[in-house]
């Protein structure tokens, strides 16, 4: 190994070590510091899209840690579709509810679609119009993400 390498080596060993040293993330912000928030849109009528949505927003919580970040899934347009009882990722769904994502539904949909609240899975939010949803919580600091 010639002694450009060993350097290099030593310097990754180095920083190897040091990051093993540092604290985990904490779950909660410290006071002062920006709470963690995010607003994920599912307006397709795709199980592969809402797993996607449901993986993204259960990694934000594993990276960030659960209590740390306030999570919400809006769906409207055909993505409603997934949220009515007997959706093939009601499982998926029910189980992020139980993790603390917020799932709510558009309600200007479901009035189009004639679907009410016993059409639903259960324990789902519900909002008035979900793209009102989508503006109020990037005005809020939410960062947006449409899988």
């Given at each position: 190994m010639n002694t450009l390498s060993r350097r290099h080596f030593g310097l990754c060993a180095a920083l190897t070590v040091?990051?093993?040293?540092?604290?985990a993330r904490a779950q909660s912000p410290a006071a002062g510091e920006k709470r963690?928030?995010?607003?994920?849109q599912v307006s397709d009528?795709?199980?592969a899209k809402w797993g996607l949505a449901l993986n993204n927003a259960n990694n934000?919580?594993?990276a960030l840690g659960a209590d740390a970040v306030d999570i919400e899934i809006v769906a409207y347009g055909p993505g409603i579709g997934m949220l009515e009882a007997g959706?093939?990722?009601a499982p998926r769904i029910t189980a992020a509810l139980k993790a603390g994502t917020k799932v709510v539904a558009c309600e200007n949909t479901m009035k189009g679609r004639k679907l009410t609240a016993a059409?639903?899975?259960?324990?789902?939010?519900y909002v008035a119009s979900g793209v009102v949803e989508l503006m109020q919580k990037e005005q809020q600091g939410y960062a947006y993400i449409r899988p």
């Open positions: 040091a990051a093993a040293a540092l604290p963690n928030k995010v607003i994920f009528n795709d199980p934000v919580q594993s959706s093939p990722v059409d639903m899975l259960p324990d789902i939010g």
